[in-house]
């Protein structure tokens, strides 16, 4: 029962590099979320997905880019990384809210440290 | 103006006392107003929702939704060091951008509690 996963766990990057963070559902959800988490700032959603192949910005989506090409599975770049980009990164899914609680299921993080 | 604001704390108190968490939030437009607590290096889990002004208790928890106001509050009866833990409150709502309707999570910035023996 795999739920929300994400990949890498812990990565560091040097300033300038590129990397690509994988999440992957097993629920068949709709929605897809990234977030990142900083000390006093909480929970900031940077990207979102509705459905297959549909994108949305969030609330800090400079600097990053999305794709949703299959259902299961909602990818973050970052294509130059700079060390304000060191957070911890979370995916999330949930199923569609029109009608019910969307209760979102969240990966376990990723830690990303750009120096 | 952030659309859900929540005092990040740190909030302390002793095992057995009344925990009261609060969120503010500027769209009249959100529907459905969350809890979620996280553990120190794990991911959110949720621990209540309601989408109605008014109060739903679940144990020593107690969730609490004003819309007139645009206030949600969470309190905790009898803490225990169990519920140490960073608090957020999550709203989620319909975003309206270019004509299209997405739904859309947004999370307070989370209240940091310990419970202390």
């Known amino acids: 029962n795999a739920g929300v996963t994400q990949t890498p766990k812990f990565r560091v990057l040097k300033t300038g590099q590129s990397m690509t963070l994988l999440c992957a559902q097993d629920?068949?959800?709709?929605?897809m979320y990234w977030y990142r988490q900083d000390p006093g700032m909480g929970l900031r959603l940077i990207h979102y997905s509705v459905g297959e192949g549909t994108t949305a910005k969030g609330e800090v989506p400079d600097g990053y880019n999305v794709s949703r090409l299959k259902k299961q599975n909602f990818l973050l770049g970052l294509e130059s990384a700079a060390p304000s980009q060191t957070s911890v990164y979370f995916c999330?899914?949930?199923?569609?809210?029109?009608?019910?609680?969307?209760?979102?299921?969240f990966g376990q993080g990723t830690r990303l440290t750009v120096v | 103006q952030k659309e859900v604001e929540q005092d990040p704390g740190p909030l302390s108190v002793p095992e057995g006392a009344i925990v009261s968490l609060n969120c503010t939030y500027s769209n009249s437009a959100f529907q459905y107003f969350m809890w979620y607590r996280q553990y120190s290096r794990k991911g959110p889990e949720l621990l209540m929702y309601t989408y109605s002004s008014g109060n739903k208790e679940d144990g020593r928890f107690t969730a609490q939704v004003d819309k007139s106001s645009k206030y949600i509050s969470l309190f905790i009866r009898d803490s225990q060091p169990s519920d140490s833990a960073t608090y957020l409150c999550?709203?989620?709502?319909?975003?309206?951008?270019?004509?299209?309707?997405?739904?859309?999570?947004?999370f307070g910035q989370g209240t940091i509690l310990t419970v202390h023996p």
């Open positions: 999550a709203i989620f709502g319909f975003d309206n951008a270019g004509g299209t309707s997405y739904g859309k999570l947004t």
């Open positions: 629920m068949n959800h709709e929605y």
């Open positions: 999330a899914s949930s199923y569609s809210g029109t009608a019910a609680v969307t209760e979102a299921f």
